[in-house]
DNA sequence: AATTCGAGCAACCGCTCGACT
DNA sequence: AAGTCGAGCGGTTGCTCGAAT
C-alpha cells in the first residue's frame, strides 16, 4: 500500500522560510508548546507541512542552538560516537544538546568525512599501506556504519542485558562525555577548518536579529495578538500547554549584552524546552534511550574513560582516524 | 566583469517506529 | 492481530555564495 504524501494541502509551501513565517511559528509554539505538529499549519496558516514546522523549529528556531564553528572537543565526539553509532545522527546529537541532528549530519559529511580521510591517506602514505587505500576510501565513501550497525543489531540482546547492568555506569560515562565538551569554548575553532562563509553563527544572529526585529515590531504594533508578550512571560497555566519561553526579550537585546547564543544556551538551561521531545535531557536520554542506544552507552563510557588523555595527544588521532574509517 | 565551479547548508523526501484503536 | 496516524530519522537535493578562471 502506497502511503500517501505527509501533505494533502494542494497549495503547500516549499524552500527557504521567512521571517514572518518563523514568527508564526515561534508564536504558535510559545503558546502551545513544541509537539502536535499536525496542527501547527492548520491552526497558524501556514502553507506548510507539519513536517516542515518540526523541522524548522527543531533545526533552526528551538532555543538552545548552539550554531557555527564546532569545536575540537565537539569534533572529536562527533567522531567517537560515529564510530560508534554509525550515521545515527539523532543519537549522536543527543550527546551534543546544543547541536541538531542535521547540522552534526552536515558537518560529518562536509568536513569530517573529508579530514578523516585525509588524514587516513596521509598516515598511508606515512606507513607505506598503500595496498589497502582503495578500499579504505570506498569504505569511506560508502556509508561506513554498515558493519557496525549490523553487529549492534546482532548484538542487541547483549547491548541490552549490558545496558540493564551498566545503567549506572553508562549515567556516569554521559556525565563524562559533557564534561568533556565543557572546556569547548576555550577552544579556538579549528584554524585549518574551512568555514568558507564565517556565517554560521553570524548569519544565524542576523537572522534572528531580523526574527526580533519583526517580533518587536509585531508585537507592539499588533495588540489584538493576545498574550503574545504576557504569555511569554509567564509559565503556562493551561494542561494542554507544555509550556513557552521568552522568545521576545530573547531576541530582542541581542546587540549589546550578550550574544543571542548565549542567551539561547541560557534559555535552553532554564526553559521547559529543556524537555523537548527533540532534545532530550541527558540523564532523561541515559534512562529512556532506545535499546541501540543503551547498549552503546557502555561502550561510549568505557571510550570516554580511555579518552581522558586522547583529546591532548596527537599520536591518539590517529587511532581516532583509525576506527571512524574501520568499520 | 562575467562565468564556472565547488563547498556548505537548509530543507525535502521517503521510510521506520511507536502509540493508539 | 491488524490497520492507521503522527512523529522522528537519515539520505539526498537544490539553492546560495565565495573562489577561481
Known amino acids: 500500500m502506497v502511503r500517501p504524501p505527509c501533505c494533502e494541502k494542494i497549495q503547500v509551501k516549499k524552500g527557504p522560510w521567512t521571517p514572518e513565517e518563523d514568527i508564526i511559528l515561534v508564536s504558535y509554539i510559545q503558546q502551545h508548546g513544541p509537539g502536535n505538529w ?6 497558524t496558516g501556514l502553507l506548510r ?4 514546522c518540526r523541522l524548522r523549529w527543531t533545526n533552526y528556531l528551538r532555543p538552545g542552538i548552539k550554531r557555527g564553528n564546532f569545536t575540537q572537543p565537539e569534533e572529536k565526539m ?3 560516537l560515529q564510530a560508534l553509532l554509525g550515521n545515527r545522527w539523532a543519537a549522536i546529537a543527543s550527546y551534543l544538546p546544543q547541536r541538531t541532528d542535521n547540522d552534526i549530519k552536515n558537518y560529518w559529511n562536509t568536513h569530517l568525512k573529508k579530514k578523516l580521510l585525509t588524514m587516513k591517506l596521509q598516515n598511508g602514505i606515512i606507513n607505506g599501506d598503500k595496498t589497502n587505500m582503495a578500499t579504505e576510501i570506498s569504505s569511506c565513501n ?17 547491548w541490552e542485558k549490558k545496558l540493564q547492568t551498566d545503567i549506572n555506569m553508562a549515567k556516569q560515562a554521559l556525565f563524562q562525555a559533557l564534561s568533556f565538551d565543557q572546556p569547548s569554548s576555550l577552544i579556538p575553532p579549528d584554524p585549518d577548518s574551512p568555514n ?10 542576523s537572522s534572528t536579529d531580523n526574527i526580533s526585529k519583526l517580533l518587536q515590531n509585531w508585537t507592539s504594533s499588533s495588540t489584538s495578538r493576545p498574550n503574545t508578550s504576557s504569555v511569554s512571560k509567564t509559565r503556562s497555566s493551561s494542561p494542554g500547554e ?15 549584552s550578550g550574544s543571542v547564543d548565549e542567551k539561547l544556551n541560557l534559555m535552553s538551561e532554564t526553559s521547559i524546552f529543556k524537555g523537548d521531545q527533540s532534545k532530550p535531557n541527558i540523564d532523561m536520554e541515559a534512562t529512556t534511550t532506545t535499546t541501540d542506544d543503551q547498549g552503546s552507552l557502555s561502550l561510549i563510557e568505557k571510550w570516554l574513560f580511555d579518552d581522558q588523555g586522547l583529546a591532548q595527544c596527537d599520536d591518539n588521532q590517529e587511532d581516532l582516524i583509525n576506527v571512524s574509517l574501520e568499520g
Open 196 to 205: 568558507r562563509h564565517h556565517h554560521s553563527t553570524t548569519t544565524y544572529a
Open 78 to 80: 562527533i567522531i567517537h
Open 142 to 158: 560508502n556509508n561506513n556504519n554498515g558493519c557496525n550497525h549490523n553487529k549492534r543489531i546482532d548484538n542487541k540482546g547483549q
Open 242 to 256: 507544555r509550556g513557552v519561553f521568552d522568545h521576545h526579550s530573547l531576541f530582542s537585546s541581542n546587540s549589546e
Open 38 to 43: 499536525r496542527s501547527v499549519p492548520a491552526n
Open 49 to 52: 507541512c507539519s513536517k516542515s
